[in-house]
């Protein structure tokens, strides 16, 4: 079945650690794309990449960072520079700018 | 700015009534448009989309939406709710002129009472 996977489903993060999400799809798009979710907010754009080797800073990338190395892998680290990391995060890909399709996310817990 | 507004953070309605969840964008030019669901602690799920067509989209689940271009809106609507569709709506718009980014309304929470 093709989809798109996230990876752990929950994260903890101590302070001043650097953790990394995976995002990995088997649909052959060539557009992935990192959003956060908080309580009662709208998704927000981190990170979002067109093709292999390319990415994009969205609304909120401070604190983050990515890597498109392979069309199919999208990962995305939360630094320690960002201070609030937690949140439900979300990766999504589509076929150039069509239709975006998402992942089951991942929860960021702060210990 | 352009924006995406979805009226009312949470709405509560019996099962088997009708179900209308309001959003409103921010623009002249008629963008393109989405409905996505979310159940608790899942990603999102593309209910519907439109795309130029027809006005009156039909998407999954018995919902639909209406594309009004004279209102700057594009309600979703289901006749008659059922209790497995409690869940979290998302609006988002995509302009023409912006070709990848999204933009999310802050959701819409369904109560569905038995």
């Known amino acids: 079945d093709g989809g798109i996977t996230q990876s752990p489903k929950y994260l903890f993060r101590k302070e001043g650690q650097n953790v990394t999400l995976s995002c990995e799809q088997n649909?052959?798009?060539?557009?992935m794309y990192w959003y956060r979710q908080d309580p009662g907010q709208g998704l927000r754009l981190i990170y979002y990449?067109?093709?292999?080797?390319?990415?994009q800073k969205g609304d909120i990338a401070e604190g983050y960072s990515v890597s498109r190395e392979k069309k199919e892998s999208f990962p995305l680290t939360v630094t320690s520079a960002q201070k609030n990391p937690t949140a439900f995060y979300l990766c999504?890909?589509?076929?150039?700018?069509?239709?975006?399709?998402f992942g089951p996310g991942t929860r960021l817990l702060v210990l | 700015a352009q924006s995406v507004t979805q009226l009312g953070s949470h709405v509560s309605v019996s099962e088997g009534a009708l179900v209308l969840l309001r959003c409103n964008y921010s623009?002249?030019?008629?963008?393109?448009l989405f409905w996505y669901v979310q159940y608790p602690n899942q990603g999102l799920q593309l209910l519907l989309k439109?795309?130029?067509?027809?006005?009156l989209v039909k998407g999954i689940n018995g919902f639909e939406a209406e594309f009004k271009k004279s209102e700057t809106s594009f309600h979703l609507t289901k006749p008659s709710a059922h209790m497995s569709d409690a869940a979290e709506y998302f609006c988002?718009?995509?302009?023409?002129?912006?070709?990848?980014?999204?933009?999310f309304g802050s959701g819409t929470r369904l109560l569905v009472r038995p």
């Open positions: 999504a890909s589509s076929v150039g700018g069509e239709t975006q399709y």
């Open positions: 649909l052959n798009h060539d557009a």
């Open positions: 990449s067109q093709i292999v080797n390319d990415f």
């Open positions: 623009s002249s030019v008629p963008p393109y």
């Open positions: 439109y795309t130029s067509a027809a006005t």
């Open positions: 988002a718009v995509k302009w023409r002129d912006s070709s990848y980014k999204l933009i």
